[in-house]
C-alpha cells in the first residue's frame, strides 16, 4: 500500500488531531522554554545549572515521545489515542491550576501558550472521539 492510499484511509478527524496533537507538542516546549524567561528565571538560578538541565532533557524525551505516540495514533493504534487523552487532560489540570496560582502563576506569555495549548487540546479531544474516529481506531 502506497503512503497516499495510507492518508487517504485516515479519517480527517484523526489527521486533524494528528496535525493539532504536533502543534500541541510544538507550543508546550515553547511554552516550558518561554517560562525560563517569563517568570521562571528567578526559579531557573536559584535551583542551579544541574536541574535547568535536567529540566531541559527531561522536556526533550517528552517531545520525542509524544511525537512517537502522536504517529501510532495517527495510524490507529488505540493504546496512542489514550495515551494522548491521558496526556491533554493533564495539561488542561495543568492549566487550571496555573491560572488559579494567582501569586506565582505563569508570566504573561506563558499564560498565554498554556491556554492556546489548553484551547487546542480540547480541539484534539473532541476529534480523537468522533465516530468516524472512533470506527477508525475500533479497527
Keep these: 500500500m ?3 492510499q495510507v492518508q487517504q484511509s485516515v479519517p480527517g478527524a484523526v ?3 494528528f496535525r493539532l496533537t504536533l502543534l500541541v507538542i510544538g507550543l508546550a516546549l515553547l ?10 528565571r528567578e526559579e531557573a ?6 536541574a535547568v538541565w535536567g529540566a ?9 515521545l509524544q511525537f512517537l505516540v502522536a504517529f501510532k495514533m495517527r495510524a490507529g493504534a488505540r ?3 489514550t495515551v494522548l487523552t491521558i496526556l491533554a487532560v493533564l495539561q488542561l489540570i495543568g492549566t487550571v ?8 502563576g505563569f508570566g504573561t506569555v506563558h499564560l498565554v501558550l498554556n491556554v492556546l495549548v489548553a484551547i487546542i487540546d480540547i480541539a484534539v479531544l473532541v476529534l480523537l472521539y468522533r465516530p468516524e ?3 477508525y481506531f475500533a479497527r
Excluded: C, P, Y
Design 56 to 64: 531541559v532533557a527531561f522536556a526533550v524525551v517528552l517531545v520525542i
Design 133 to 135: 474516529s472512533n470506527r
Design 15 to 17: 489527521r486533524n488531531a
Design 79 to 81: 493504546w496512542a489515542r
Design 31 to 40: 511554552s516550558n522554554v518561554v517560562s525560563l524567561f517569563d517568570g521562571g
Design 97 to 104: 491550576v496555573g491560572l488559579a496560582d494567582v501569586e506565582g
Design 45 to 50: 538560578e536559584a535551583a542551579g545549572t544541574g
Design 2 to 4: 502506497q503512503a497516499t
